[in-house]
Protein backbone atom coordinates (compact mmCIF):
# COMPACT_ATOMS: atom_id res chain seq x y z
CA UNK A 1 0.00 0.00 0.00
CA UNK A 2 1.27 3.34 -0.90
CA UNK A 3 1.32 5.82 1.68
CA UNK A 4 0.68 9.01 -0.43
CA UNK A 5 -2.10 11.82 0.04
CA UNK A 6 -4.47 13.11 -2.91
CA UNK A 7 -2.63 15.40 -3.15
CA UNK A 8 0.85 13.54 -3.74
CA UNK A 9 -1.30 11.33 -6.20
CA UNK A 10 -2.66 14.54 -7.98
CA UNK A 11 0.84 15.68 -8.51
CA UNK A 12 1.57 12.34 -10.30
CA UNK A 13 -1.78 11.99 -11.98
CA UNK A 14 -4.07 14.66 -13.54
CA UNK A 15 -6.98 12.13 -12.15
CA UNK A 16 -9.86 14.78 -13.41
CA UNK A 17 -11.76 14.26 -10.39
CA UNK A 18 -14.02 18.07 -10.58
CA UNK A 19 -15.12 16.11 -13.65
CA UNK A 20 -15.65 12.42 -12.27
CA UNK A 21 -17.73 14.38 -9.61
CA UNK A 22 -19.54 16.81 -11.97
CA UNK A 23 -20.78 13.82 -13.68
CA UNK A 24 -21.46 12.11 -10.62
CA UNK A 25 -23.31 14.88 -9.66
CA UNK A 26 -25.18 15.77 -13.20
CA UNK A 27 -26.65 11.82 -12.92
CA UNK A 28 -26.71 11.55 -9.34
CA UNK A 29 -24.93 8.37 -9.19
CA UNK A 30 -25.88 6.72 -6.24
CA UNK A 31 -23.52 3.58 -7.15
CA UNK A 32 -20.17 4.19 -8.79
CA UNK A 33 -17.52 1.58 -9.94
CA UNK A 34 -13.88 2.79 -10.81
CA UNK A 35 -11.27 1.03 -12.16
CA UNK A 36 -7.76 1.35 -12.04
CA UNK A 37 -4.87 0.10 -13.80
CA UNK A 38 -2.42 -2.10 -11.46
CA UNK A 39 0.33 0.37 -11.24
CA UNK A 40 -2.60 3.22 -9.86
CA UNK A 41 -4.80 0.21 -7.73
CA UNK A 42 -2.56 1.09 -4.57
CA UNK A 43 -3.93 4.69 -4.55
CA UNK A 44 -7.38 3.46 -4.75
CA UNK A 45 -8.88 3.78 -1.45
CA UNK A 46 -7.23 7.84 -1.20
CA UNK A 47 -9.04 8.25 -4.16
CA UNK A 48 -12.52 6.51 -3.01
CA UNK A 49 -12.02 8.85 0.46
CA UNK A 50 -11.69 11.95 -1.01
CA UNK A 51 -14.63 11.29 -3.80
CA UNK A 52 -17.03 10.39 -0.93
CA UNK A 53 -16.44 13.95 0.85
CA UNK A 54 -17.44 15.07 -2.19
CA UNK A 55 -20.09 13.24 -3.24
CA UNK A 56 -21.91 11.77 -0.07
CA UNK A 57 -24.42 10.68 -1.77
CA UNK A 58 -22.94 7.86 -3.68
CA UNK A 59 -21.41 4.40 -2.84
CA UNK A 60 -18.14 3.55 -4.62
CA UNK A 61 -17.15 0.25 -5.29
CA UNK A 62 -13.64 -0.53 -6.84
CA UNK A 63 -13.45 -3.10 -9.63
CA UNK A 64 -10.36 -5.32 -8.13
CA UNK A 65 -9.76 -7.51 -12.40
CA UNK A 66 -7.76 -6.34 -14.97
CA UNK A 67 -8.04 -2.97 -16.57
CA UNK A 68 -5.93 -2.97 -19.33
CA UNK A 69 -7.01 0.20 -21.14
CA UNK A 70 -10.36 2.00 -22.20
CA UNK A 71 -11.33 -0.70 -24.18
CA UNK A 72 -11.26 -3.23 -21.21
CA UNK A 73 -14.67 -2.66 -19.74
CA UNK A 74 -15.76 -4.80 -16.76
CA UNK A 75 -19.17 -7.42 -17.72
CA UNK A 76 -21.16 -5.73 -14.35
CA UNK A 77 -23.18 -7.81 -12.87
CA UNK A 78 -26.99 -6.38 -13.10
CA UNK A 79 -27.83 -6.84 -9.45
CA UNK A 80 -24.63 -4.52 -8.39
CA UNK A 81 -26.98 -1.34 -9.54
CA UNK A 82 -23.78 0.42 -11.66
CA UNK A 83 -25.15 3.85 -12.43
CA UNK A 84 -21.59 5.12 -13.28
CA UNK A 85 -18.17 3.49 -14.39
CA UNK A 86 -14.89 5.50 -14.37
CA UNK A 87 -11.87 4.36 -15.86
CA UNK A 88 -8.72 5.83 -14.22
CA UNK A 89 -5.70 5.70 -16.40
CA UNK A 90 -2.15 6.01 -16.71
CA UNK A 91 -2.21 8.09 -20.02
CA UNK A 92 -4.30 10.92 -21.08
CA UNK A 93 -6.82 9.84 -23.10
CA UNK A 94 -5.93 11.20 -27.10
CA UNK A 95 -8.83 12.41 -29.29
Known amino acids: MQNK?????????????DKVIG????ISAKRVLLQFPEGMKSYSSVIVDEL?????????LIWIGSC???CD???????L????????GHSEWKK
Do not use: M, R, S, W
Not at 5 to 17: A, G, Q, S, T, V
Not at 23 to 26: A, D, R, S, V, Y
Open 5 to 17: DIHEIEKEYNLEL
Open 23 to 26: EIKK
Open 52 to 60: EKKCKNADF
Open 68 to 70: FGA
Open 73 to 79: TPNIPEN
Open 81 to 88: NIDLNVQF
